[in-house]
């Protein structure tokens, strides 16, 4: 399996003072992701819980919805030229019965670390139906157990500490207790990762669950939530205008600006509470900053 981290020489200048020294970088190496043998989608992602992105993957695009539905991941081998295995190369084996992904589900090119949407075939492709509706969760969160899960996230990432440039995904309770957590150069596979472990796992669908990440909150990363089941999705930046037209259209609590004891509540206010438990509800509608 590739690294996780990589070490490069660089030039530090501190003060006037230059110095050479080495550094630690967070890994990139792309990955192929194969249903059956057949190519679907290659993205950049850092190595690591490489079937968890897979699953999480095929789970996002509604391909899987349960454990059972796989029959084995694999790294291929022969992955180079001289027959060797670079583990860049996962092949996904649907279980019986399961139906394969739509041809209209490939990418065009290689999914970056930054854009987890580039590659769609057709927009059309982009609202994948939703398997279990969130509109309905009866979740309820206590704002103040919202506002601690920034440092939560950010305590539990190892390899951003060694790095500093790696996103996080971590899935919590509704009182504060981290159940995974997933790391990635790019924000969209560490979300995979979080979802792929719960399909591993039996956990589908993530009812009554926060997703918390590291960074902004874009369309994909709700469509992503949404396809999981999951009820809250909580990001430290902010959210694309797409993202939040989304979340109210599948009643999803999305919360952007999450620092200290700010936030804003885009959509599904009324999820969250206030000064404690029992206390009342948020009023839905404007965002609450």
Not at 213 to 225: D, H, M, N, P, T
Not at 238 to 264: C, I, K, Q, W, Y
């Amino acid at each position: 399996m590739g690294r996780v981290t990589a070490r490069r020489r660089v030039l530090r200048v501190r003060d006037g003072v230059a110095s050479y020294r080495p550094d630690t970088l967070a890994a990139e190496e792309p990955m192929e992701i194969r249903v059956g043998g057949r190519p679907l989608a290659v993205t950049m992602r850092t190595p690591g819980d490489d079937f968890d992105l897979a699953a999480g993957f095929l789970v996002s695009e509604g391909v899987l919805h349960a454990a059972g539905e796989v029959a084995g991941i694999r790294y291929c081998a022969g992955a180079t030229s001289d027959g060797g295995n670079t583990y860049n190369l996962v092949d996904v084996v649907l279980a019986r019965g399961v139906t394969a992904p739509d041809p209209s589900l490939e990418r065009n090119f290689t999914t970056t670390s930054a854009c987890g949407l580039c590659g769609k075939a057709s927009l059309e492709a982009v609202r994948t139906k939703v398997t279990w509706p969130v509109a309905g969760d009866p979740l309820r969160l206590d704002t103040e157990t919202l506002t601690a899960l920034p440092e939560r996230l950010r305590a539990a990432q190892r390899v951003f500490d060694a790095t500093g440039g790696l996103h996080a995904a971590g899935l919590f309770t509704a009182e504060g207790e981290l159940l995974c957590l997933r790391e990635d150069v790019g924000r969209h596979n560490a979300v995979d990762k979080v979802i792929g472990h719960a399909l591993r796992s039996g956990l589908l669908p993530l009812r009554g669950t926060v997703l918390m990440v590291s960074g902004r909150a874009s369309f994909e990363l709700v469509q992503k939530a949404a396809m999981a089941g999951i009820p809250v999705l909580a990001a430290v930046s902010a959210p694309s205008s797409l993202a939040v037209d989304l979340a109210e259209e599948a009643g999803l609590t999305l919360v952007g600006f999450l620092r200290g004891t700010s936030m804003n509540v885009y959509t599904g206010a009324g999820r969250l509470l206030t000064g404690g438990p029992g206390a009342p509800r948020l009023a839905p509608g404007r965002a609450v900053g």
